[in-house]
């Protein structure tokens, strides 16, 4: 095996000089591919850019026919430049030809080489072309050169991202950055925000890439780090409202990574290969984030945002910007656009600033969108291209209704939007003038209208609501932001938490469920399911993991001590399985008490119906709990064989529909014959006309997300419950089962003036 001419450090160091020569662009190009084939003892060399059209095109190269320079190109995903572009990895092949992605370039000339190696040029995750050197030999190019490949791949972006070589491009295939756009995203949390764009991953642009001491860079790493740790166990350690909670959990998780060996190690190496302590962070999460991008697995990609979150942070010690600059240089209407960003990003903006947020990326059960909901923001997630078309300062518009984001938006759409704004501010106004009146319908019929939480940052909402408690509080949310399994004293400490602010409003405690779509990322025990929504999940799964149930139940049994305690156990199928729960529960009660703790003044145990099963077991169950809760976005989910996830079918059937209404009136029924309470505390809870649909067949308890009771008490206030009840019964009881009930039910509002 040949040795390379010098080593990465030479090569750095001639690249250097090339970068700091007056040079025209083409000429500093073709020099820095003829020093790479040196440095690498490679006959070939060639850099290949990627176009906004999505073509690579060849822009320099040492080797292959010069002719060919700006004229050969090939689609992202074609042949082997084409393939390292779309999947941002490195190929290093000893027969390129042998490889089925090989696509020969005629005009290029290079039948005659054998070995290949080909490197992402990438930049902040994004891929910007593709470096590429061949040998005639077959031979398999070292790791260090690899490396080395890679290194250089990152001096090659900085090139391209601060335009010095844009004066090479074509003119018309740039992206134009002027033009109003409007991209459809996914609706992660709704409300309307209008302000301005502040890029989130700040692009502090690296600029000092190369080293002159690798000694004196190590140190600089290490006492940023250093200072890194400390800041995060200095937040970890202040006792303030907004470090606690799920806050404190993603910090517990960044106090984890900050002491990554693999990490640490990976950053030292490219320091030792001639990078200054910022470009090694960078070019370490560059490439961190290019393998991972393409990764479906939730665990991992939450895992790449944290990393980046603490990659950040740490570029911002080492150039000395903390987070109050931050703060500092903030427009008072911020709208973030981020491709994706850490949890504990989002919270060190100031709140008061913030007015909508932007994703490339995100789910709805990530934890930036959880958290992002707990404050309220408008978000709207997989927005394709936001980052890139977006710039810092530019007016923006968030719709997180129906998921649309209109960047520098005509006067006209801001006029209507900002209408919307008004208009939804009037009614804010108005539902908090509602919120001391009694909850009860025009013919005076009482009804409870609860709140559904499950992070401590949702507590404030439970006064500003006005809500009569909290009927849901998924318990798994603190699970599923926290870094590994929260222990029985920060789940005792949470739940007493949300007790104390409940000041003695009822608060149902939903047993942890996991699984399905909820996925922890440090638990172990779970395997890739066929079906995940119906596999190995909530109650099925604390069954088989009684420690993880006995441990949540301890938490709320102490929290509790000298209050009710209401548990509420997911996805029921069996009444029996309600049975062994009791008695995990009992076990708990007999051991606590055994040892003198002051136990709960009353203990209520219901259970979710969620899984169609239990209706034809409703009569026992209501005789063997205390209250039942009809989890409406599973159920609906199960009785219509519909993905509650999938976008495509979300449309498709509508649970204001008659046989899924006379599945709940049945529920509602047999709860009252057996005296056992009901409420409802899915999505379906929230909307004012299928709130109605619920009253109108019996329900007088419904649990929501807090910003829906001020909308559904005004539907509420208005509403003649007699009168509906019997339009429902008549529409629900003969005939055809095709009747349009929201068609009826808007006649209905009308006819009585009532706002939906
Ligand atoms: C439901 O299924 O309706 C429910 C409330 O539970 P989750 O949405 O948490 O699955
Ligand atoms: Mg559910």
Redesign the pocket.
């Known amino acids: 095996m040949r040795d390379t001419a010098g080593g990465p450090r030479v090569l750095l160091r001639r690249l250097r000089e090339l970068m700091a020569d007056a040079l025209d662009p083409q000429k500093r190009l073709d020099k820095i591919v003829r020093e790479i084939a040196q440095n690498m003892v490679a006959e070939v060399c060639s850099l290949y850019v990627l176009r906004a059209d999505s073509m690579l095109e060849l822009y320099a190269t040492e080797g292959l026919n010069p002719d060919a320079v700006h004229l050969a190109q090939l689609r992202l995903g074609q042949g082997l430049v084409g393939t390292i572009a779309a999947s941002a990895r490195p190929l290093n092949l000893s027969d390129a030809q042998k490889h089925p992605a090989f696509a020969y370039l005629p005009e290029t000339g290079e039948e005659i080489y054998h070995s290949f190696l080909g490197v992402p040029v990438l930049r902040a995750g994004r891929t910007l072309g593709v470096l590429v050197v061949q040998n005639r030999t077959m031979r398999h190019y070292r790791e260090d050169e690899v490396e080395a490949l890679e290194t250089v791949a990152m001096v090659i972006a900085e090139m391209i991202a601060t335009g010095d070589l844009a004066r090479l491009t074509r003119p018309g295939i740039e992206l134009d950055l002027s033009r109003p756009v409007s991209m459809t995203g996914l609706p992660f949390n709704e409300g309307v925000g209008l302000g301005h764009v502040v890029l989130h991953e700040p692009r502090i642009v690296v600029t000092a890439l190369f080293n002159e001491d690798s000694d004196e860079e190590l140190v600089r790493l290490e006492t940023a780090l250093d200072s890194l740790r400390l800041s995060i166990d200095d937040m970890l350690s202040r006792r303030d409202v907004a470090f606690e909670g799920e806050h404190r959990a993603v910090l517990e998780a960044y106090r984890m990574f900050a002491n990554d060996r693999g990490w640490v190690r990976r950053l030292q190496e490219a320091i030792n290969n001639g990078l200054t302590a910022e470009a090694a962070v960078e070019k370490v999460q560059s490439d961190m984030r290019a393998r991972m991008m393409h990764m479906t697995d939730p665990y991992l990609r939450e895992r790449m945002s944290d990393f980046d979150d603490l990659a950040n942070r740490l570029l911002r010690q080492l150039m000395g910007r903390g987070p109050d600059a931050l703060a500092e240089i903030l427009p008072k209407d911020a709208i973030i656009v981020a491709r994706s960003m850490g949890a504990a990003e989002l919270l060190d903006y100031p709140r008061q600033k913030l007015r909508g947020l932007v994703l490339e990326e995100g789910a709805p059960t990530s934890h930036i969108v959880i958290v992002a909901r707990a404050i309220g923001l408008p978000t709207v997630g997989q927005v394709k291209g936001a980052v890139s078309m977006s710039e810092n300062g530019d007016a923006i518009i968030v719709d997180g209704e129906d998921g649309q984001v209109h960047l520098r938006p005509q006067a006209d759409v801001e006029e209507a939007y900002a209408e919307k704004v008004r208009f939804r501010a009037r009614r804010q106004k108005l539902y908090q003038e509602l919120r001391d009146r009694p909850t009860e319908t025009r013919d005076s019929v009482p009804v409870d209208l609860m709140m559904?939480a499950g992070l401590a940052v949702d507590l404030p909402q439970l006064a500003q609501s006005g809500a009569a408690g909290i009927g849901?509080f998924?318990t798994e949310l603190q699970f599923m932001v926290a870094a590994a399994f929260p222990r029985v004293e920060a789940q005792e400490r949470l739940y007493s938490e949300v007790l104390d602010a409940a000041d003695g409003k009822p608060v149902t405690f939903r047993t942890i469920?996991i699984g399905g779509d909820k996925v922890l990322p440090y638990f172990k025990g779970a395997q890739h399911e066929e079906n995940p929504a119906l596999g190995w999940r909530a109650i099925r799964l604390t069954l088989d993991r009684p420690g993880l149930l006995r441990t949540q139940i301890r938490a709320l049994l102490k929290a509790a001590g000298g209050r009710e305690l209401r548990m509420m156990l997911?996805m029921v199928t069996e009444v029996s399985e309600v049975r062994q729960a009791r008695e995990i529960i009992d076990r708990e009660v007999r051991h606590l008490s055994r040892f003198g703790y002051l136990l709960p003044t009353r203990l209520k145990l219901g259970a979710?119906i969620?899984v169609p099963a239990l209706l034809w077991q409703l009569e026992e169950l209501m005789q063997a709990v205390d209250f039942v809760s009809v989890?409406?976005?599973?159920?609906f989910q199960f009785v219509t064989a519909t993905d509650r996830g999938n976008t495509r079918i979300a449309d498709r059937f509508d649970p204001l529909s008659v046989p899924f209404l006379r599945i709940l009136r049945q529920i509602v029924r047999a709860g009252d014959q057996y005296g056992t309470p009901v409420t409802l505390?899915?999505?379906l809870a929230g909307r004012p006309i299928s709130a109605m649909a619920l009253l109108g067949i019996g329900f007088r308890s419904i649990s929501m997300a807090p910003a829906a009771i001020g909308p559904v008490k005004a539907m509420l206030c208005e509403l003649p419950l007699s009168d509906l009840s019997v339009v429902m019964d008549e529409a629900l009881a003969n005939h055809s089962a095709s009747t349009d009930i929201r068609a009826l039910l808007r006649d209905f509002a009308q006819k009585h003036n009532i706002a939906l």
């Open positions: 559904n849901l998924r469920d997911p979710m969620e989890g409406s976005n599973d159920l505390c899915g999505e």
